[in-house]
């Protein structure tokens, strides 16, 4: 194909859509029983002359961008509408560029401008996230492109680029030809917090009996998962319960399972969580779990975690950063300290994933093994193009399992029009089934199909139903003095 396309943005309109959780989850410090989601809408001129329209939907994340006590959650929302303020800005000001020099010419931009009012690296990468994104599914539609096919033929021109100075010498081009979309993923299904283990665990009144699993065993029974993801709290004596509650159900498993165990910034050193990965492997109840751990994810405070080393705890499993990979220096300074992994989410960039799977490769070439690596982690990716975007750019980056938990604890499409989720339905049989009264992700022995991703567009054949979409209002950000925190 000829040289990547220049576009132009004409337009970036941002809309919020409200939803409820069917059961409360926990993360870190928080409990979610609701949130919102954020849809933008972005319009961009072709150089050939052709206007299209392009997508993008996340979540409105509090507590986990900036998980500042101090900052109410609207606050946090305020935060993230800040970001999308200070990127439509940019990138309506902006000539024409190729997709990937619209977000590299701005990325230190907005992160000072960012850093002015207050807005950490994460919080202002959100911004390019969402809009980088509805950039090039407008460009895939204007070229009647699916986003494998866009990036393979690098039609966004990812190219060296001073905002990754140690890939100067890397040849792009031939790398994103090479890369080979996975047509199923397995789904790792997250344990929260307060997440029932069996039925026994919830207080009478309390189950939600819409028809679909509640408990930990009854997800196994149903869909089929082999793969999990563990959340512990930094109460050592309360995890080493909870974990050996959650390795009497695995355990009954006769398939062998896999699990990852996520911090959450729980811990104030590697030293802290090597002491209960020791403890942990002392069980005996909790020998096949620790077998099965592929990695343990961020269980560091961001503001230590690439201050000091994690040999203590590297040198037991694999660690990697997730909350503190706030900007395209942060893998590169997490590897000097010990870490070997980075999670890849779309509310964090998909050009950066597509960096840092680049840097993984230069360096394990250099290792001479396969040492470095990335995994695939959620932020409640809703049912629609939210989730779809994001599986689609964790197929094309080769990682065979991946993150998922909006489908367990949001009710489907809630808060979305229901003609909105037949279309997804109509247009991605192989992702999607009625079940219980909705149109719900199709999860059959552990696994997503992938094939209806292939369509033209960012990982969607839908056009988000935005008639009776709630505009996203002007941030409320930075807070009056009187608020600072």
Partial sequence: MPTAPRVQVLSVERFESPYRLRLPFRFGVI????????????RVRHENGREGTG??????????????????????????????????EAYGAAPPLSAFDLYANHYRELLQAGAACG?????????????????????????????????????????????????????????????TPLTSLAVRHTVGLLDPIVAGDQAAGTRVNDGLPETLEEVVAAHG????????SGQADADLERLR?????????QDPYVVTLDGNEQYENAEAIAALWQRMAAEPALRRLCEATLLIEQPIKRQMALAQPVAALARHKPVIIDESDGDLDAFPCARALGYTGVSTKACKGFYKSVLNLARCQVWNQAEGRETFFMSAEDLTTQPGISVQQDLALVSLLGIT??????????????????????AYLAAHPDLYHRQAGGVRLRIA??????????????????EPELSGTAAMPRADWPPHASETP
């Fill in 245 to 253: 509650r959650i390795a009497s159900v695995l355990d009954r498993l």
């Fill in 445 to 462: 022995r552990g696994q997503l199909a992938l094939g209806s991703l292939a369509g033209v567009g960012f990982g969607s054949a839908v």
């Fill in 55 to 88: 997508y993008a939907a996340e979540a409105l994340g509090a507590k986990w961008f900036d998980k500042n006590p101090a900052l109410s959650d609207a606050q946090n929302h305020d935060q993230l509408r800040k970001a999308l303020e200070l990127t439509a």
């Fill in 225 to 232: 998962n082999r793969y999990f993801k563990l959340k512990v």
């Fill in 401 to 422: 399992h991946v993150e998922r938990n909006a489908h367990h604890f949001i009710d489907g499409f809630n808060g979305r029009p229901p003609a909105e989720a037949d």
């Fill in 119 to 179: 807005l950490n690296p994460l919080v202002t990468s959100y911004g390019p996230a969402l809009i980088d994104r509805a950039v090039l599914d407008a460009l895939c539609r204007i070229e009647g492109l699916s986003f494998w096919q866009a990036m393979q033929h690098n039609r966004p021109g990812m190219r060296a680029h001073p905002i990754a100075p140690d890939l100067q010498g890397f040849a792009l081009a031939p790398f994103l030809r090479g890369l």
């Fill in 31 to 42: 409990t979610v029983t609701e949130g919102r989601q954020a849809i933008v809408r972005v």
